[in-house]
T-cell receptor, first 112, second 115 residues
Framework: RKEVEQDPGPFNVPEGATVAFNCTYS??????FFWYRQDCRKEPKLLMS???SGNEDGRFTAQLNRASQYISLLIRDSKLSDSATYLC?????????????FGTGTKLQVIP | EAQVTQNPRYLITVTGKKLTVTCSQN?????MSWYRQDPGLGLRQIYY???????DKGDVPEGYKVSRKEKRNFPLILESPSPNQTSLYFC??????????????FGDGTRLSIL
């Protein structure tokens, strides 16, 4: 089993739709989680950190489910500009070393 | 402006010719890392460094070397490049102040083609 798994998509959704992605991780000791956005072959950019209590930033909501070992990203009212690949990132070690693991990404295409 | 700078952005070279991709950050970050990104495989970590003179292997270190003589610089060295090292490379850095919440800042990437 991969350390971090994501559905590669693509998810094709109309503008205004709500879309959700999940990302599962295998190491139950994982401590920190992030969602990054990557536009075509450009550098990944931090979208949001994922906290135990869940967090929201405008149209984006991230949640962590430790019992089932997954994180989720919900995008409401999708915009054309949301079209990108969304990468989940997991730090598998508690403090100490920074050997982070990236998922392979989920591609989102928002359609007019 | 806070940034991670990689050079070169693009490089086409031939098998066996040693090359270095530089990475520099101006945020005084302790942690730096190199990744390669290939279609279908996502971002894979090559090497990382927790601080000056402290480096460790990531998931795919074979064929690469790194050094961390100064805090701001973390060059990636390919002593004898081979075609399977053709890839898109990213350097990243982050602060170690809060060890559990360390989003990384990425450079613009280096497209490397080994013929």
């Amino acid at each position: 089993r991969k350390e971090v798994e994501q559905d590669p998509g693509p998810f094709n959704v109309p503008e205004g739709a709500t879309v959700a992605f999940n990302c599962t991780y295998s190491n139950s000791a994982s401590q920190s989680f992030f969602w990054y956005r990557q536009d075509c072959r450009k550098e990944p950019k931090l979208l949001m950190s994922v906290y135990s209590s869940g967090n929201e930033d405008g149209r984006f909501t991230a949640q962590l489910n430790r019992a089932s070992q997954y994180i989720s990203l919900l995008i409401r009212d999708s915009k054309l500009s949301d079209s990108a690949t969304y990468l989940c990132v997991v730090n598998p070690l508690s403090g100490g070393y920074q050997k982070v693991t990236f998922g392979t990404g989920t591609k989102l295409q928002v359609i007019p | 402006e806070a940034q991670v700078t990689q050079n070169p952005r693009y490089l086409i070279t031939v098998t066996g010719k040693k090359l270095t991709v530089t990475c520099s950050q101006n945020m005084n970050h302790e942690y730096m890392s190199w990744y390669r990104q290939d279609p279908g495989l996502g971002l894979r970590q090559i090497y990382y460094s927790m601080n000056v003179e402290v480096t460790d292997k990531g998931d795919v270190p074979e064929g690469y070397k790194v050094s961390r003589k100064e805090k701001r610089n973390f060059p990636l060295i390919l002593e004898s490049p081979s075609p399977n090292q053709t890839s898109l490379y990213f350097c990243a850095s982050s602060s170690a102040n809060d060890r559990l919440r360390q989003p990384q800042h990425f450079g613009d990437g280096t497209r490397l083609s080994i013929l």
